[in-house]
């Protein structure tokens, strides 16, 4: 029986998935997480066979960063992505980072069962409303506030003058830092300044 370890920053949404899967037979939910660093300390503690993974885990912490260091600290345990994007360039950089399946939270609770079965008996699988990822997906749309904003934290400005720039607080700009970084897929801050430069991301739009 799969053992696993739920990693959701939402409490609420915990509580549903670890009911889905505790009313289903052949799964059973040893620790859930809602940080980072409780995922890796329930990791370490309950030897999950299976960690379900959020990408979206606080204001200045990215779910790649975590899926990366759990492959790199837990070889044998299966990641499984839990998502509200769906992106193909988000999808390919989780499968980059160790991710054995990626999954939206619209799919189907019979799916995503499926979906995890197949994964323990060593399968890669993607939720059926996901495009299947290449390495040449174009990168995630930015909106013009996101261009700002990337452009902003990248200017090298203290970031008190640039949230001042943006109108808005230094907590919020840090907030939106992590979902550039989630958005683009990158691991810190200096891989989101060499993302930008690769796709032209500070250039202004005519």
Do not use: W
């Not at 899926?67 to 990641?79: D, I």
């Amino acid at each position: 029986m799969p053992r696993i370890l739920l990693i959701d920053d939402h409490a609420m949404v915990r509580e549903g998935f670890r009911r889905l899967l505790e009313e289903t037979d052949g799964f059973e939910v040893v620790a859930e997480a809602g940080t980072p660093g409780e995922a890796l300390a329930a990791a370490r503690a309950h030897a999950p066979d299976l960690a379900l993974v959020d990408l979206s885990l606080g204001a200045e912490s990215s779910g790649l960063v975590l899926l990366l260091q759990l492959h790199e600290s837990f070889p044998k345990m299966r990641c499984v992505v839990l998502s509200m994007h769906d992106d193909p360039a988000l999808v390919l950089r989780a499968l980059e980072r160790g991710a054995q399946g990626f999954f939206t939270k619209a799919v189907a609770a019979e799916e995503l069962l499926e979906g995890l079965r197949r994964i323990m008996q060593g399968e890669r699988v993607l939720s059926s409303d996901l495009a299947p990822p290449n390495s040449h997906a174009p990168a995630a749309a930015l909106t013009q506030r996101e261009r700002e904003t990337l452009r902003g934290l990248l200017s090298g400005l203290p970031p008190k003058v640039v949230a001042a720039a943006l109108g808005i607080s230094d907590k919020t700009l840090y907030r939106h830092r992590a979902n550039l970084m989630e958005k683009l897929g990158a691991r810190h801050p200096g891989e989101l300044a060499q993302i930008a430069r690769e796709r032209g991301l500070l250039v202004a739009p005519d």
